[in-house]
C-alpha cells in the first residue's frame, strides 16, 4: 500500500506565511482594526484566521512556491499515490490553492471553530488516513508531533530533528538580506557630512560622530525599505519589477524580520549621550514610517 503524502502550506508548499502576510496588510491598510480585530476575537488563532481571510485575500497564482516540494508532490502523484493538502491555514484560502495547483485530492484545513494544527492536524490525518501510511512534509516546530507518527518526514528548512528524515533545505538568507536593505539607498545619507565639512575645527571627535551618523541613518533607512517590503508583498507580487524583490519571492520571510529589524537599529544606542543626534534618529522613523503605510504603485 503506498504512502498518503501530506502537504503543509506555510513555509513549506509556498515559502511565506499566509496568516502574518494577512495581518502585516491588515495592519498596514488600518492599525486600529487590526487591533480591534485581534481582541475581538479573543486572539483565538481559528476566529483570527476566519475574520482575516474576509478582509484580506490572497491571490494563490502569485504567491511563492517552492519548487523543491512541487517537485516531490508531482513525483508522488506520478507514482499514483494520494496527496493531501494539510495546513493550518484557513480552509478557504487553502482550498483557493488547491484548486489553483490541481495536485492535491483532497484539503485538510483549519474551519471557523478549529485549528488545524499540531495535535489537532495530526488527528485529522490520522483519520483521513484510516490506518494508511503517510509521509508528511512540514517545516515548523509544532510538526514534530506529526514527524514521529509519519513512516518519512520531509522536513523543509532548518528545524532540528534527530530521528530518521529527508531534508529540503533553504537558500542562505543573506544575500536577499543584503538586496532588502537597499545599501545603494545610504547615499542620501552622506548628507550628514556637509556640516562636518564646513565647520572649523575639524576634529577626530567630530569625524567619528559624524561616521556614526552615517552608519546609523542609513541603516535606519534600510529599517524603513523592510517594513514597506513586509506591508506590500503581495502588491509586489503583480508588479513587473518589484515582483524580484525578496520579501515577494519568499526569500525573505515575515516570521524573521524583528531580527534584522532590531539588529538595525542596534547603533542608534550609541547616540544616547547626544540628544540632538539622537533625536533627530527618532524623528525619522515616525515621519518615514508612514512611507510603508501609502498604497504600493
Given at each position: 500500500?503506498k504512502?498518503?503524502?501530506?502537504?503543509?502550506?506555510?513555509?513549506?508548499?509556498?515559502?511565506?506565511?499566509?496568516?502574518r502576510?494577512?495581518l502585516v496588510r491588515s495592519?498596514?491598510?488600518?492599525?486600529?482594526?487590526?487591533?480591534k480585530?485581534?481582541?475581538?476575537?479573543?486572539?483565538?488563532?481559528?476566529?483570527?484566521?476566519?475574520?482575516?481571510?474576509?478582509?484580506?485575500?490572497i491571490d494563490?497564482?502569485?504567491?511563492?512556491?517552492?519548487?523543491?516540494?512541487?517537485a516531490l508532490?508531482?513525483q508522488?502523484k506520478?507514482?499514483?499515490?494520494?496527496v493531501?493538502?494539510?495546513?493550518?491555514?484557513h480552509?478557504?484560502v487553502a482550498?483557493?490553492?488547491?484548486?489553483?495547483?490541481?495536485?492535491?485530492d483532497?484539503?485538510?484545513?483549519?474551519?471557523?471553530?478549529?485549528?488545524?494544527?499540531?495535535?489537532?492536524k495530526l488527528?485529522?490525518?490520522?483519520?483521513?488516513?484510516?490506518g494508511?501510511?503517510?509521509d508528511?512534509?512540514?517545516?515548523s516546530?509544532?510538526?514534530?508531533?506529526?514527524?514521529?507518527a509519519?513512516q518519512?518526514?520531509?522536513?523543509?528548512?532548518?528545524?532540528?530533528?534527530s530521528?530518521?528524515?529527508?531534508r529540503?533545505?533553504?537558500?542562505?538568507?543573506?544575500?536577499?538580506?543584503?538586496?532588502?536593505?537597499?545599501p545603494?539607498?545610504?547615499?542620501?545619507?552622506?548628507?550628514i557630512?556637509l556640516?562636518?565639512?564646513?565647520?572649523?575645527?575639524?576634529?577626530?571627535?567630530?569625524?567619528?560622530?559624524?561616521?556614526?551618523?552615517f552608519?546609523?541613518?542609513?541603516?535606519?533607512t534600510?529599517?524603513?525599505?523592510?517594513?514597506?517590503?513586509?506591508?506590500h508583498?503581495?502588491d509586489?507580487?503583480?508588479?513587473p519589477q518589484k515582483?524580484?524583490?525578496p520579501?515577494?519571492k519568499?526569500?525573505?520571510?515575515i516570521?524573521?524580520w524583528?531580527?534584522?529589524?532590531?539588529?538595525?537599529?542596534?547603533?542608534?544606542?550609541?547616540?544616547?549621550?547626544?540628544?540632538?543626534?539622537?533625536?533627530?534618529i527618532?524623528?525619522?522613523h515616525p515621519?518615514?514610517?508612514?512611507?510603508?503605510?501609502?498604497?504600493?504603485?
Amino acid at each position: 500500500m503506498k504512502p498518503i503524502l501530506f502537504v503543509d502550506l506555510d513555509e513549506s508548499l509556498i515559502k511565506t506565511d499566509i496568516l502574518r502576510e494577512q495581518l502585516v496588510r491588515s495592519f498596514a491598510q488600518s492599525p486600529w482594526k487590526t487591533v480591534k480585530l485581534l481582541f475581538r476575537q479573543k486572539f483565538r488563532p481559528e476566529r483570527v484566521k476566519a475574520s482575516i481571510n474576509h478582509k484580506i485575500d490572497i491571490d494563490p497564482i502569485t504567491l511563492p512556491y517552492n519548487s523543491d516540494v512541487l517537485a516531490l508532490i508531482h513525483q508522488a502523484k506520478k507514482e499514483g499515490r494520494t496527496v493531501v493538502l494539510a495546513t493550518a491555514t484557513h480552509k478557504d484560502v487553502a482550498q483557493k490553492i488547491a484548486d489553483h495547483l490541481g495536485v492535491f485530492d483532497a484539503v485538510i484545513a483549519t474551519t471557523d471553530t478549529h485549528n488545524c494544527k499540531g495535535a489537532n492536524k495530526l488527528a485529522a490525518m490520522q483519520d483521513f488516513a484510516a490506518g494508511q501510511p503517510f509521509d508528511y512534509v512540514g517545516d515548523s516546530r509544532a510538526d514534530r508531533a506529526i514527524f514521529k507518527a509519519t513512516q518519512t518526514p520531509y522536513i523543509v528548512g532548518g528545524l532540528s530533528y534527530s530521528q530518521p528524515h529527508q531534508r529540503i533545505n533553504r537558500p542562505s538568507i543573506w544575500k536577499p538580506f543584503l538586496r532588502a536593505i537597499r545599501p545603494r539607498q545610504w547615499a542620501t545619507s552622506g548628507l550628514i557630512f556637509l556640516p562636518l565639512l564646513i565647520s572649523h575645527p575639524l576634529t577626530w571627535r567630530a569625524i567619528l560622530t559624524g561616521m556614526l551618523g552615517f552608519v546609523c541613518f542609513s541603516l535606519a533607512t534600510s529599517a524603513i525599505s523592510l517594513i514597506r517590503d513586509m506591508a506590500h508583498g503581495e502588491d509586489d507580487r503583480h508588479h513587473p519589477q518589484k515582483k524580484d524583490r525578496p520579501f515577494a519571492k519568499g526569500d525573505l520571510t515575515i516570521d524573521g524580520w524583528p531580527m534584522g529589524f532590531g539588529g538595525l537599529h542596534c547603533p542608534d544606542i550609541l547616540f544616547l549621550e547626544n540628544l540632538a543626534y539622537f533625536g533627530c534618529i527618532f524623528l525619522k522613523h515616525p515621519l518615514c514610517g508612514a512611507y510603508p503605510l501609502w498604497p504600493s504603485h
